[in-house]
């Protein structure tokens, strides 16, 4: 279990010292990481809203940050490139997070073509109804990626990667909260990105 947390530990350094220079980037995470943990607990009570947060709100402000405030050039804190970067990300880099988010963008027409796909979802009337089922739709989508990256990422590295980087997925609400909540305050003191990481503690 020791090198289990090590390697957790590792994940979510290089993830916040190459992917969160930003101080609006930070901030957004954080709206993320409170809005998520809203999903979660929505989640087994009402599994349809829970995606509809996770996904409008928490997803779209989380990558949204990464789009649009994350410095793409040379890191000269880190010493790498952006495609160096790109490249060595365990998760779902820029790449990868387009092809996702075009599929949830997208799934809302097949309930249009069939809005109980297949008989998997009840059918609903009205656009009560189709809210509902997309929301169910899209938290399959969510679930799927983080089982298919998961299981990517065995095959890849190796049995006990993937399942760090699931369990880091998982709780990185709690953990932006930690890191990022000062980031609204370093906004207000003109602060627009954050230049010193420090060092990584194992």
Known sequence: MSEFFKQLAIQRWDDHRYYHHSRINQS???????SFLVAYAFLFTDPALSAL?????????????????EP???????????DHKEAIKVGYNLRRKVVL??????????LMVDPTMMGVFEARAG???????????????????????????????DLMSGLVWMTKILTDPFHDIYLYHKAPLALLRGELIETRKGEYQA
Do not use: C
């Open 53 to 69: 947060i996770a996904w409008l709100v928490s997803m779209t402000a989380r990558q949204s940050g990464h789009f649009f405030f």
């Open 127 to 157: 656009l009560e109804g189709f809210v509902h089922n997309t929301g169910l739709l899209w938290l399959w989508i969510g679930v799927g990626g983080l089982v298919f990256r998961t299981v990517h990422l065995f095959f890849l590295k």
């Open 28 to 34: 957004l995470h954080l709206l993320s990481a409170i």
């Open 72 to 82: 793409l050039g040379y890191d000269e804190v880190n010493q790498a490139t952006n």
């Open 101 to 110: 988010l075009a599929i949830w963008a997208a799934s809302p027409l097949l």
